[in-house]
Structures are given as structure tokens and as C-alpha cells.
């Protein structure tokens, strides 16, 4: 049997979610995704009017097949954790069984299990500021979003997991080196994913068998990047010094995530895999 992939962060074309799921549907996995509830509307409007179909096209000529795209809101675990407001609201109202253990629990109705798990989803409110600018609630609303999300996601999802199963999530090197311009606690967030990724190895690999591990992508103008608004620049940075002078394809990181979702992976867990044509390893630039 084929591998089935659940790939939560998916809501177009763009960003490094679509891409690891063509890569994935290349190598022959079945795609469900989950895509933030306020992006459903228009990213199933826009599947079903065939706005994607050129993107779908895989390296045989065949077309990405997406079996169900499920809402979700990666920030609420169950509903109970929901605020009324967020309930009242339209474009929450319209869909149902979008908090994490929800879209698990209809996930395993559906299917039954996966065999991998991606996390491809970030947020920051206050991204744009400094973080010596930060509010409280800034802070941990990017870390809630862009960190504890995969805690959630690993906890509901993993029993659904076959042994041998693997998750990858995505990173970003403003974890361990500045990069002006990635606020709001961002930065933050991404050291806490790339610690949870070892400690979660540890203790989803003994309880489940699966592995745990994390890529620290380049520069993509995906778009969570423009709204940060130094994506260009950062592309441009890393054109003229990273050992690999090239622009980084979303489908280099996607083959790279298919690789270590792979058998071929079977012995990589709890690790932080770059692939960012070599520039986590400059010192300088030149
Ligand atoms: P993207 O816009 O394609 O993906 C981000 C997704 O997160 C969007 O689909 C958005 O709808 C979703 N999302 C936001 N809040 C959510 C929530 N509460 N619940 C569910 N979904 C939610 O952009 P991307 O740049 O491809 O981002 C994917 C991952 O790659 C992120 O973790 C990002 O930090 C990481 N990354 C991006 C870059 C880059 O330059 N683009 C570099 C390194 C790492």
C-alpha cells in the first residue's frame, strides 16, 4: 500500500506546504490536507475552478490528486479551547470540526491512519515589529501558532500514526542567528520548534516509533514571506553569498521533506536539516 500524508498549512500554490506535497504525491503518498479555516473558501473555489491544475502537474504529466482538504485552526485543540467570538464569526461558522483533535478524530473516521505527518504553518502577529517592540500577547501568539501547533498536531495525530511513520515541520535559521527583520517573537518560536523536534523525537519515537524531524528552509517568496516584507532582500542576500548561488526552489525543500519522510530516512530523527543552498554554514558574507 501506498503511504497517506496529512500536510496542515496548505491555502495555495505558493509556500513550502504545496510543494511538499506534490513531491510527496510524486512518490506515490495519498494528500489530505488542512488548510486554516479563514483560506478555505478560496483555496477549494480555486482547486475546483482548476486555478491550481498547472501547479498539479507532476514530473510523469499526471495531476496532483488531493484526496479531502479539511479546515483547521492550528491554534485550538478542542472546542472547548474556542472564544464565542471566534464561533460567531462567518468564516468559522461555516465549517465544523476544525480544532486539531477534531480534524484527527475525522481524519481516522476517514482513513483509519497516515504515515506522515507535515506541519508547514507559521504565524506572527506582530511579525513586522522588533522584538524588543513585542507585546506579551504578540509573543505567545506567535509561539502558540507556530510552535505549540505541532506539539498539538503530534499529540492527536500520532495515534493515528503507523510505526515507521515520520513528521516533518519547517524552520527558519533566525532560531540561532539574527536576522533583523523576523519579529514579533518569531524568532523565538522557530528555537522552540527546533528544541520540541528533539525532545519530541525522544518521546514519540520510544511511544509511537515514528521520527521527528524539522527542516530550516531559504527564502521563499511564499505568502507568509511577503507579508513579513524583507523577502526579496533576504532572496537577494542569499543569491550573492550562499555557496550555492541559485534562487531556492519550493521543490527542492519538497523532495528534501519526501526524502526524510522516506525509508531511506529510516535512521534520521530529532534533527534540523538545512536546505537553504549552504547558507547556514557562511560565517560572512562576501
Ligand atoms: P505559506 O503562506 O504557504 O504557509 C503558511 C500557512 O500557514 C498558510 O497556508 C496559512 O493559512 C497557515 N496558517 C496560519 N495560521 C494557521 C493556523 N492557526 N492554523 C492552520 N493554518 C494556519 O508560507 P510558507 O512560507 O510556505 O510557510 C510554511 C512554513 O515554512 C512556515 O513554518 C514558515 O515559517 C516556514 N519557512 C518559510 C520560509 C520562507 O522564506 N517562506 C523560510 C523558512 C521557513
Known amino acids: 500500500r501506498g503511504k497517506r500524508a496529512f500536510i496542515a498549512g496548505v491555502a495555495d500554490d505558493n509556500g513550502y506546504g504545496w510543494a511538499i506535497a506534490k513531491s510527496l504525491a510524486a512518490a506515490g503518498a495519498e494528500i489530505l490536507l488542512g488548510t486554516w479555516v479563514p483560506a478555505l473558501n478560496i483555496f477549494e473555489t480555486s482547486l475546483r475552478r482548476g ?157 509511537h516509533r515514528i521520527r521527528v524531524n524539522t527542516i530550516s528552509a531559504g527564502p521563499l517568496r511564499s505568502r507568509a514571506a511577503k507579508a513579513i516584507g524583507f523577502i526579496d532582500m533576504m532572496i537577494d542576500y542569499s543569491l550573492e553569498n550562499a555557496p550555492l548561488q541559485k534562487e531556492l526552489s519550493a521543490e527542492e525543500v519538497g523532495n528534501a521533506a519526501a526524502f526524510l519522510a522516506s525509508p531511506l530516512a529510516s535512521a534520521i530523527t530529532g534533527a534540523v536539516v538545512y536546505v537553504d543552498n549552504g547558507l547556514n554554514a557562511m560565517g560572512v558574507g562576501v
Not at 95 to 104: D, G, L, M
Request: proline share 6%; no cysteine.
Open 51 to 207: 486555478k491550481f491544475d498547472e501547479s498539479r502537474v507532476l514530473p510523469d504529466g499526471s495531476l496532483m490528486e488531493i484526496k479531502k482538504v479539511y479546515p483547521l485552526d492550528a491554534v485550538y485543540d478542542t472546542p472547548e479551547d474556542v472564544p464565542e467570538d471566534v464561533k460567531a464569526n462567518k468564516r468559522y461558522a461555516g465549517s465544523s470540526n476544525w480544532t486539531v483533535k477534531e480534524v484527527a478524530e475525522s481524519v481516522k473516521q476517514d482513513f483509519g491512519t497516515i504515515d506522515i505527518l507535515v506541519h508547514s504553518l507559521a504565524n506572527g502577529p506582530e511579525v513586522t515589529k522588533p522584538l524588543l517592540e513585542t507585546s506579551r500577547y504578540g509573543y505567545l501568539a506567535a509561539v502558540s501558532a507556530s510552535s505549540y501547533s505541532f506539539i498539538s498536531l503530534l499529540k492527536y495525530f500520532a495515534p493515528l500514526m503507523n510505526p515507521g511513520g515520520a513528521t516533518i515541520s519547517l524552520t527558519y535559521i533566525a532560531s540561532e542567528s539574527i536576522i533583523p527583520g523576523y519579529g514579533g517573537g518569531m524568532s523565538s518560536a522557530k528555537a522552540a520548534l527546533e528544541s520540541d523536534t528533539r525532545v519530541l523525537a525522544f518521546e514519540a519515537g520510544r511511544k
